[in-house]
């Protein structure tokens, strides 16, 4: 590592895992993990074993020899120089403590023999002893790069008692330890001795051979690792395409079913309507008669009431005619009326009853021996579930796979500078409201549109003071509905509120980014940024602490976007014109995609996002086209082409999701937003 990066790293590299704050007093354990003395000591009397400690990063245990106390296990004396470092590099902000008189002062000066810190006033009595006459001092303020190495090679010490300013010089062959001189000639005396350093090239030949061999070990590790990765993944996402393909064909039935329950319900339905209407022509006849009759009593009887014996003598005949002709008169049969009854298809409900099932889910073993198969029969090596009966190949509710396709619906933006119009949008993210946020990269702000194209607010101007932009690039909204922006050329990232007032930034302190591009939020919140210059992702938490990073050089070469999908971490890496995928420890798994122009090729592929189906969607910027695949980059569809039309895109960089699925894409040199829809 040279001295730049590291002095970059520098607090990583002294900050103790447990306690998280700079070493004190550094012990190594055999697994090679350092942590500080008191952190140790206090792991073991958590633990309550005397004599045993447990490394809290690789959780292996170890016997302490000596005492058992952790005092006992060997100084990182490379940890104690590179402590020496920090103070040498902060000195003009924290004053360093002097080795004699304990006082802080930031003019201070180091001593590259007694490898301590000396004030003004002490380096005085350290220069005038006779035995420090050949001592190499040096202000920390005048130190350069040659320097810091010097300190770094500084040698190493000896731990026993009243020893421990006499450096190490021999190996012991006897006890395998460094040794003193003057514990070559007590402690040692008549062990088999040899220099240090010529017991270090020895022993550093033997580790070199026993690394090749373990690298080779380690690169078929990793091939077996990437290969069960790779299957994994593929099996998740076929996993989740027979599901899709089982929904589907349910769905398919389910609509054939209402379809025919429509059908006897229309049935039903004008059945009913004729009998009805023929039932109320029959009441209108009866109900007709009933007023005759009923007339022709009122008549009668108010004639025997009022009338002479010659009047009803005379009108008898009427009478007996009137009656005659009810008598005559049917009653009407209201008996006629169907009977409504349902006898429901035995065939289709044996067809869809657990012992059929709806359909078949096969899983072939290729590589699997017959006796390890579970399944039982002629052909063990193929396992069939979801059916329990005979396999029903015929079935008439077959699911039909087709191509998908997209077309633009909505583009709206031109370019300009005044408020809602688009300079170069770059990013693009949507909130729970269906609002359109997009960065504007020449025009140094961020606009915010409805789903339909109205500019609702913008904010943000060209500056790199708070609240301000140099070219601001990725953008995501996060659960509180804040908005998160990566500032480009101002090397940080800022975070506003729903309506753009500034809340807070991160990331430009000690050089943590370095043209930071894309951005994405996962599930718990942390901040996910493509740092491109320094060809790492780095995480943050939601309120911009540093968590960790992955990648670097010979892993990534211009990452551009990151996001995080289930267990995995997907990276679009323009340089290499590929997708990478890491596990959540940040170990590189598998890559997909090449340099070209075809289907599931690339040419400096910018942002990804997930779409409703669950398909990842990469902005192939050069190619002027949206790609679409699964996890296992197997291509499945694409849209857009070069040109000015809509549905046509040129340099396309990122994408969103609309709640009703439909698809939001910055358009960057038409300086446009394009929506599209499934057709």
């Keep these: 590592m040279d001295i730049k990066t590291l002095l970059d790293n520098l607090h ?34 958590t633990s309550g074993v005397h004599g045993k400690i447990t490394c809290p990063e690789c959780r292996r245990q170890f016997q302490i020899s000596g005492s058992g106390n952790p005092s006992e296990l060997p100084t990182n004396f490379r940890i104690n120089s590179l402590l020496d470092v920090l103070a040498i590099k902060e000195c003009s902000t924290v004053n360093v403590k002097c080795r004699n008189c304990e ?7 180091y001593c590259f ?5 000396w004030c003004e006033e002490c380096i005085v009595g350290h220069n005038i002893m006779r035995e420090n006459k050949d001592h190499r001092t040096l202000a920390l303020k005048d130190f350069q790069d040659q320097d810091i190495k010097a300190v770094l090679e500084r040698p190493a010490f000896c731990q026993k008692k009243h020893h421990e300013n006499k450096e190490l010089e021999f190996f012991c062959k006897n006890c395998k330890v460094a040794i003193c001189n003057t514990c070559a000639i007590t402690l040692h005396e008549g062990h088999g001795k040899m220099p240090l350093q010529e017991a270090t090239d020895e022993r550093k030949t033997q580790i070199n051979s026993m690394i090749r061999s373990l690298k080779d070990k380690v690169r078929e590790k990793q091939k077996e690792v990437e290969q069960f990765n790779q299957k994994s993944i593929a099996f998740q996402w076929k996993v989740a395409e027979v599901k899709s393909q089982v929904q589907s064909c349910v769905d398919q039935i389910i609509a054939i079913i209402e379809a025919r329950k429509q059908d006897v319900f229309d049935a039903v339905d004008n059945q009913a309507k004729q009998s009805l209407e023929s039932l109320s022509q029959k009441k209108e006849e009866v109900e007709k008669q009933l007023k005759i009759i009923e007339s022709a009593i009122e008549q009668t009887e108010t004639l025997l009431k009022r009338s002479f014996s010659t009047k009803i003598l005379g009108f008898s005949e009427t009478f007996d005619s009137i009656l005659q002709e009810q008598r005559t008169q049917e009653n009407r049969d209201i008996e006629y009326i169907p009977r409504f009854s349902f006898t429901k298809s035995e065939k289709l409900i044996n067809l869809l009853s657990m012992s059929e099932g709806i359909g078949n889910v096969e899983f072939v073993f ?28 015929d079935s008439p509710l077959e699911t039909q796979v087709q191509t998908r396709r997209f077309r633009s619906v909505l583009s709206f933006g031109q370019e300009g500078e005044s408020v809602g119009i688009l300079n170069k949008p770059w990013g693009v993210a949507v909130n729970d409201r269906d609002e359109i946020a997009v960065t504007g990269f020449s025009n140094h702000r961020v606009s915010v549109f409805s789903s339909d194209g109205t500019h609702l ?12 932009f140099q070219c601001p690039a990725g ?3 996060n659960s509180h509905g804040n908005i998160v922006v990566a500032d480009y050329s101002n090397h940080r990232v800022q975070v506003f509120d729903r309506n753009g007032n500034f809340l807070s930034k991160f990331g430009s302190l000690d050089n943590q980014l370095n043209n930071p591009l894309g951005l994405s939020i996962n599930g718990n919140g942390d901040i996910i ?12 938490s939601s309120s911009g602490g540093y968590l960790r990073k992955f990648g670097g050089a010979g892993s990534l070469v211009s990452p551009h976007h990151c996001i995080q999908h289930g267990q995995y971490f997907i990276v679009s890496d323009a340089g290499d014109h590929s997708i990478k995928m890491f596990n959540l420890e940040g170990k590189f798994i598998s890559k997909f995609g090449k340099h070209g122009n075809k289907d599931g090729e690339f040419n400096k592929p910018r942002c990804l996002s997930v779409n409703k189906e669950g398909l990842l969607m990469v ?31 040129k340099f396309p960089v990122s994408t969103a999701n609309l709640s009703d699925g439909r698809i939001v894409v910055s358009d960057f040199y038409k300086n446009r937003i394009q929506v599209f829809d499934k057709i």
Excluded at 103 to 109: D, E, G, V
Excluded at 113 to 117: A, L, R, T, V
Excluded at 529 to 538: C, F, P, Q, S, W
């Design 103 to 109: 006082k802080r002062s930031a003019k201070t000066l």
């Design 12 to 45: 990583d590299e002294v900050s103790c895992s447990v306690c998280m704050c700079p070493f004190t007093d550094p012990k190594q354990l055999p697994c090679l993990h350092s942590f500080c003395l008191h952190c140790l000591n206090g792991i073991q009397r």
């Design 475 to 477: 953008i995501a909204f």
């Design 619 to 649: 902005c192939d910027a050069e190619n002027a086209r949206v790609q679409l695949f699964e996890l296992s980059g197997k291509f499945v569809t694409k849209f857009g082409s070069e040109g000015s039309e809509r549905g046509e895109l």
């Design 113 to 117: 023999q007694c490898c301590s810190f």
């Design 529 to 540: 940024v493509a740092d491109r210059d320094n060809k790492l992702i780095k995480i943050f």
């Design 457 to 468: 607010r913008s904010f943000g101007r060209y500056g790199n003071n708070n609240g301000k």
């Design 366 to 393: 290729s590589e699997t021996k017959a006796q390890q198969s579970g399944a039982k029969g002629e052909e063990s090596s193929k396992v069939i579930a979801g059916n329990k009966g005979a396999n029903v190949r």
